[in-house]
Every structure is written in C-alpha cells, then in structure tokens.
C-alpha cells in the first residue's frame, strides 16, 4: 500500500487561491491513477479531480473551470490547484492513490474559505 501525504491546506478568502500537494512513497506512482475527494462536515465524501496514469483528468461539477489536477512522475506528486474559491469549497481534502482493486488514502487537508 502506497503512503500519502497532503499538504497545502489552510485559511483563503472567497475569490482566492490554493494549492494542494500529495506525496507518495514507492516507485510505482505512474502507473496510479490519483484523485483529489473532499469531505465537508455532514455530507458525504466526493470527486474533486481525478487523473489517470496517462494523464486523463476529470472534474466534479462543482470544480469544473476552477480547479486543476497535475501529477509530476518525477517527483511522486499530485497537485490540485484551486483557484476562485467559494465558501462552499470548505471541506478536508483527501488525495487517493488507485491501482486495480486497491485504493490507498492520505490523511487529509483542512481548506476554509472565509472571510
């Protein structure tokens, strides 16, 4: 199972702009397809962004023109960089690493947007 590790997190104003980094262990990170899910208190856990080993990405709705997923093979990094921030984008942000019936999780990163 792969390690991950977020970061990236914190404090924004509505209208601002973040970046979201995770870390993996092994030497297998390109051949993951790796995710970005976020959980706001009371709702279920859902896709932010996904992108596949070939570098396919795809968006929730709610991020669609907004958010932008990159992976660095080189550097067994996955980045999500969020920009226009809403309110509604407060949640912990999980990054995901899948590779055939196997799923691993990091720890998660707490966004707030506020003012």
């Known amino acids: 199972q792969v390690q991950l590790v977020e970061s990236g997190g914190g404090l924004v104003q509505p209208g601002g702009s973040l970046r979201l980094s995770c870390k993996t262990s092994g030497s297998l990170f390109r051949l993951y397809a790796m995710g970005w899910y976020r959980q706001a208190p009371g709702k279920q856990r859902e896709l932010v962004a996904s992108i596949t080993s070939y570098g396919t990405t795809n968006y929730g709705d709610a991020v669609k023109g907004r958010f932008t997923i990159s992976r660095d093979n080189a550097k067994n990094t996955v980045l999500l960089q969020m920009n226009s921030l809403k309110p509604e984008d407060t949640a912990v942000y999980y990054c995901?690493?899948?590779?055939?019936?196997?799923?691993?999780w990091g720890q998660g990163t707490q966004v707030t947007v506020s003012s």
């Open positions: 995901n690493a899948h590779l055939g019936t196997a799923d691993s």
